[in-house]
């Protein structure tokens, strides 16, 4: 992190340099090549076999004449390459891809140079294993035989992909006819083959898209198919087994189709699939998204605003409209903004708004030092704390910029980017200049948008905001904000008297600001920034306890000794905490001493009976919940604890600047129950049921026993 004066002198003589443009946002941006390709592709996919033959024609439009390198699956043998204007050579250091290098032939003038590519093999690399700070898995192409297993052929494992290039894509799938393949593009025509020959294609169908793509994806399966129409848009649902949520889903995307095409505008394609897939996925792809098989047995989760109607607006923000990710993501940041937060907004679900805001000011600041990073050099998830980064922080520099010119210009500026951008690559600094463009004037002749922009984007560090001082003659209020950081955001204050109160928006900057306001009512409290909207530091009584913080915290995982039956159970839940990167020691209740309890945060397994120190966290356990000798009390309703998961996040029973979690648990099955716990980060308490998946039982947040407030709430006397 640059020092402050550093930093603004860089401001300084970038704003002079681009006077009439957009700052250039450092070094983080990459310029694309001015070349795209078009690629006619044909494929032969043999599932019994687990393998493919293809054959891709490439052409270059502008080539530039700089070397290319396109890869390919080890696993296909390259039968043939062939081009008249292009020397090739074939790299075969990395491990899963062979990488063919061209450069151009010394006599070729040809600026639309041609490559012929024939190859054959097999495609079955098995899904990765997720770990507990991981919601997706991937493969780097499979092609499986069983019956409710299918396709899954990203770049490079069917034809040679080129890195941070733009295609249009002319693909004819050849495949058994009880096979259903998908990709990107619109369907050109569907044929069939009279075939009497055991695995081999006899069914043929035909994509093409209609403007560059950045990649290609195939999947395919014997899916059931669930078709609806609206405004020539085909809306179709595909699943390996019939289910009764297809009316649920179908009905769901006509929904957002409906919210979205009013704030973006045109819908890129002429079609949205909802594709079942075999292993833990949460993807999308232009026209289609490709969601676990078990997500989709869960509407209740898949339907939530932050994953279905994410991965249909990926198809304005990322799918039709591009990320090159070295020049940082800003799509995930939009779709997130978009979907997980203002769906809330257009469906009038205020408080689901509010929630949002919340836990995201909540997941920021529970971010562990050196897992924080500026949003610009967010890429791509890669576990939870980048979510954390790339999507919710980003997601929320998204509100503070609507906040400041007004949803009416976002929405505008957002409706002209996706129109002038189809097609292409887009970079942070593009979409800004769309909001400078759109911005009011009465606002830019007071300030610099760019310049507001710019260090949330580029400091890993938030601002926090403190009432200072309230001076009240009358109805005439002068109030002092201080601030740690000089970021510019538009504050919110709540006046309150005896039987009213009223919120207003004051933009504020620098690390002091003065506000005079004159009130229509007595007042006699003010309280800043009471419902989240401002992206700062939290203070500790705002922010509910919750499992992340402790998660964050570096904890002691203390479990039963060996002769309870938990205790297995709870070795390889630490187990799994270190595979899956989270920094944490452990250690059984008994060998727990003072100073081991009093200087970290805790994190205890099992039962009362079976964990010394859960007994005597018990006591601090919200009075909704009791636990008894089998049973699990909330709120009127009891489940049998060895039918439960209970996490619970409060006090530390004898420090207050740490952390202390529960997970409450007897007798499970097996560890599986407990992944379950890691979708829940943002909560204090959760109690799950093992025999309903999905919905919590209960849930209630609880928050730390202080008195005081006055950094953000005051009397006005």
């Known amino acids: 992190m640059k020092n402050l004066t550093t930093f603004t002198l860089l401001v300084f003589v970038i704003s002079i340099l681009s006077m009439n443009n957009l700052l250039s946002l450092g070094d983080k941006q990459t310029q694309q090549r001015t070349f795209y390709l078009d690629y006619i592709i044909n494929l032969q996919i043999m599932p019994?076999?687990?393998?493919?033959?293809?054959?891709?024609?490439?052409?270059?439009?502008?080539?530039?004449?700089?070397?290319?390198?396109?890869?390919?699956?080890?696993?296909?043998?390259?039968?043939?390459?062939?081009?008249?204007?292009?020397?090739?050579?074939?790299?075969?250091?990395?491990?899963?891809?062979?990488?063919?290098?061209?450069?151009?032939?010394?006599?070729?003038?040809?600026?639309?140079?041609?490559?012929?590519?024939?190859?054959?093999?097999?495609?079955?690399?098995l899904p990765q294993e997720t770990n507990l700070n991981q919601k997706h898995s991937n493969s780097l192409g499979i092609i499986s035989p069983k019956n409710d297993e299918g396709v899954y052929l990203p770049a490079g494992s069917f034809y040679p992909s080129i890195e941070n290039s733009l295609s249009v894509f002319d693909v004819t799938i050849g495949s058994p006819k009880d096979y259903i393949m998908i990709t990107s593009g619109n369907v050109i025509k569907i044929s069939f083959i009279n075939n009497d020959k055991s695995n081999t294609p006899d069914k043929q169908i035909e994509y093409k898209t209609k403007f560059p793509d950045d990649e290609l994806t195939i999947v395919g399966g014997k899916y059931v198919e669930y078709i609806k129409q609206k405004n020539d848009v085909t809306f179709a649902l595909y699943t390996y087994d019939s289910t009764k949520y297809a009316d649920t889903y179908l009905n769901a995307v006509l929904e957002y189709y409906n919210i979205y095409t009013n704030l973006f505008g045109d819908y890129p394609f002429n079609r949205f699939s909802i594709v079942d897939n075999f292993f833990a996925t949460g993807f999308g792809m232009p026209a289609y998204t490709l969601l676990s098989g078990k997500l989709l047995a869960m509407p209740w989760v898949t339907l939530s605003p932050g994953s279905l109607a994410h991965e249909f607006v990926h198809n304005w923000w990322g799918n039709s409209v591009y990320v090159d990710y070295n020049g940082g993501n800003w799509c995930e940041a939009l779709t997130t903004f978009s979907a997980n937060y203002y769906y809330n907004v257009v469906t009038n679900k205020l408080n689901d708004a509010l929630d949002w805001r919340k836990k995201a000011l909540m997941s920021i600041d529970a971010l562990a030092p050196n897992k924080n990073y500026p949003v610009i050099d967010f890429k791509y998830q890669e576990n939870m704390d980048d979510a954390v980064i790339g999507y919710q922080k980003g997601g929320f520099i998204f509100y503070e910029i609507m906040k400041l010119i007004g949803k009416d210009a976002f929405f505008t500026a957002l409706k002209d980017f996706a129109q002038k951008y189809r097609g292409k690559r887009a970079y942070w600094k593009d979409i800004i200049n769309e909001f400078i463009e759109f911005t009011p004037k009465d606002f830019t002749k007071k300030?610099?948008?760019?310049?507001?922009?710019?260090?949330?984007?580029?400091?890993?560090?938030?601002?926090?905001?403190?009432?200072?001082?309230?001076?009240?003659?009358?109805?005439?209020?002068e109030i002092t904000i201080e601030k740690s950081q000089d970021y510019t955001t538009s504050l919110p204050i709540k006046f309150i008297g005896n039987n009213q109160s009223k919120i207003e928006y004051f933009i504020v900057s620098g690390n002091t600001a003065k506000i005079n306001y004159k009130s229509s009512f007595n007042i006699n409290e003010i309280s800043i920034d009471p419902n989240y909207e401002v992206l700062r530091k939290l203070y500790p009584w705002e922010k509910p306890f919750s499992f992340n913080q402790t998660l964050s915290s570096n904890p002691i995982i203390v479990i039963p000794d060996e002769t309870s039956p938990n205790?297995?159970?709870?070795?390889?839940?630490?187990?799994?905490?270190?595979?899956?990167?989270?920094?944490?020691?452990?250690?059984?209740?008994?060998?727990?001493?003072?100073?081991?309890?009093?200087?970290?945060?805790?994190?205890?397994?099992?039962?009362?009976?079976?964990?010394?120190?859960?007994?005597?966290?018990?006591?601090?356990?919200?009075?909704?919940?009791?636990?008894?000798?089998?049973?699990?009390?909330?709120?009127?309703?009891?489940?049998?604890?060895?039918?439960?998961?209970?996490?619970?996040?409060?006090?530390?029973?004898?420090?207050?600047?740490?952390?202390?979690?529960?997970?409450?648990?007897?007798?499970?099955?097996?560890?599986?129950?407990?992944?379950?716990?890691?979708?829940?980060?943002?909560?204090?308490?959760?109690?799950?049921?093992?025999?309903?998946?999905?919905?919590?039982?209960?849930?209630?947040?609880?928050?730390?026993?202080?008195?005081?407030?006055?950094?953000?709430?005051?009397?006005?006397n």
């Open 567 to 716: 205790y297995k159970l709870a070795q390889e839940f630490y187990k799994e905490m270190v595979a899956s990167n989270f920094k944490c020691t452990v250690k059984k209740a008994k060998d727990l001493t003072e100073n081991d309890i009093k200087n970290n945060s805790l994190l205890l397994l099992g039962t009362s009976q079976d964990n010394s120190l859960i007994k005597s966290v018990v006591k601090n356990f919200p009075k909704d919940i009791k636990i008894q000798d089998e049973n699990i009390s909330y709120s009127d309703k009891s489940n049998s604890i060895k039918e439960s998961i209970l996490l619970i996040s409060t006090d530390h029973p004898t420090n207050p600047n740490h952390y202390c979690t529960v997970i409450y648990f007897d007798n499970l099955p097996s560890f599986e129950p407990l992944k379950r716990l890691f979708h829940y980060q943002s909560y204090s308490l959760v109690l799950l049921s093992l025999n309903k998946p999905g919905r919590p039982l209960f849930s209630e947040e609880i928050f730390p026993n202080v008195k005081s407030k006055e950094e953000l709430i005051k009397e006005v």
């Open 447 to 477: 300030y610099n948008l760019e310049k507001i922009i710019h260090p949330y984007l580029y400091s890993k560090d938030d601002e926090s905001i403190k009432l200072k001082e309230v001076k009240k003659n009358n109805n005439n209020l």
């Open 48 to 125: 019994q076999s687990s393998s493919l033959s293809g054959q891709s024609e490439v052409t270059f439009h502008h080539y530039d004449g700089k070397e290319v390198q396109f890869k390919l699956l080890k696993s296909l043998q390259i039968v043939t390459i062939k081009s008249e204007d292009l020397d090739y050579t074939i790299d075969e250091s990395n491990p899963d891809y062979n990488t063919i290098k061209f450069n151009k032939k010394a006599q070729s003038q040809n600026l639309e140079p041609i490559i012929y590519f024939s190859y054959a093999g097999k495609v079955m690399n």
